[in-house]
């Protein structure tokens, strides 16, 4: 048996609560679906949360698997943390490099990015202090009332 080399592809794709759009297929819409966020399993150095945006979402045809292709900020050099408010600032030009570019969609939880309208070149490039490229984590609601039994 060999591997399957069928795969599907999508625009948009419905998991964990959220509607995710391929950052492509969601330029011109009004709200912005395509901000990704994989959490990390432990706050130290080696281990930390990684942003990104959603460039394909991509499905394994035998085995009903989904997965996102994304675009992924460096973790190391392109995010910061307040760990008073726990603020998350991205320095948008500082993207992470290789060929780690897949995750399963399962995995995967919503963010939405602030877009920069300035940068500061004088200080490495990040954003300036009033105009942050500020990360906002989205939280699913359930809004339909279920009935009780």
């Not at 794709?13 to 391929?22: E, S």
């Not at 969601?26 to 990390?40: A, I, L």
């Amino acid at each position: 048996m060999s591997p399957s080399t069928s795969v599907k592809c999508y625009n948009e794709y419905y998991v964990n609560g959220f509607k995710f759009h391929t950052q492509c297929y969601g330029r011109f819409k009004k709200t912005m679906n395509s901000g990704v966020c994989v959490k990390g399993s432990c706050y130290d150095d080696n281990e930390r949360d990684y942003y990104g945006m959603l460039k394909e979402v991509v499905q394994l045809s035998k085995c009903k698997l989904f997965m996102f292709k994304c675009n992924w900020y460096d973790s190391k050099r392109g995010i910061r943390v307040h760990r008073s408010n726990g603020m998350v600032e991205i320095k948008h030009t500082s993207r992470l490099h290789g060929n780690k570019d897949f995750v399963l969609a399962q995995q995967c939880q919503q963010v939405y990015y602030t877009y920069p309208l300035v940068i500061n070149p004088l200080n490495g490039g990040w954003l300036l202090r009033q105009l942050l490229e500020v990360v906002i984590m989205l939280t699913w609601v359930n809004l339909l009332k279920m009935p009780t039994m």
